[in-house]
């Protein structure tokens, strides 16, 4: 279920999606990408569903106001993407070993807005995971929030496919997902990757599921 988004709008109906997972670029020069994700995303998600991106550290004071911007949204949680020794960026401007990420959770009105499962970690510890993107996040870390935040069956969105690893996590934990990317490279990629064996029984065994799955 892949095809190139244009930027302006999704071809999605008004509140068709369950929960989207998504992961902009970082850079200064991409951060309208997040203000088009704040707005486009309040018009395709349900009430009650939640909308989570992941973000750097650098530019997130400006990336909280996008988001704020939008009245439907409330703000939920900013939950700590970590990353093991060794594996964290250098922010040479600011001195700083990033070892985190934020992934900044909002919830669209009205409620109930409550995860799935009770006591979600406000942190995890994700892998190196670079095979399928330059960008690329490890598919446990989006496993893991994917679970908590909707039920088996739900439509998760990514609108930022990159590698697929968002569609790689709904496979392993019984969620349908929509993708889309500008790069149609990303769109090959991801392809490949889903006919590839990550989503096995042996791979979805490795992976414990939680209350509900």
Known sequence: MLAQANIKALPLAD???????ADPPYAKKYLPCYEWLAAEGTRVLK???????????YWINRIFAMFEAQPELIYFWRFTH????????FIMKRSVIAHC???LAY??????HKPRVGG????????????FHHWGQDVDTARYYIDCFSAPG?????????GGTTAAACGLINRRWIGFDLNPVALVTTEARLEADETAP?????????AGS
């Open 101 to 103: 990420k934020s992934i």
């Open 15 to 21: 509140e068709s999606v369950d929960m989207i997972f």
């Open 82 to 89: 970590l990353s093991l020794y060794g594996e964290a960026p």
């Open 154 to 162: 739900e439509l998760v969105l990514d609108p930022f496919i990159g």
């Open 120 to 131: 979600v970690h406000g942190a995890y510890t994700g892998r190196k995971d670079k095979r």
């Open 47 to 57: 009430p009650g569903g939640f909308l989570f991106a992941m973000a750097g550290e």
């Open 202 to 210: 042996a791979r979805m065994a490795a992976l414990p599921l939680f």
């Open 107 to 112: 919830a669209k009105q009205p409620g109930p």
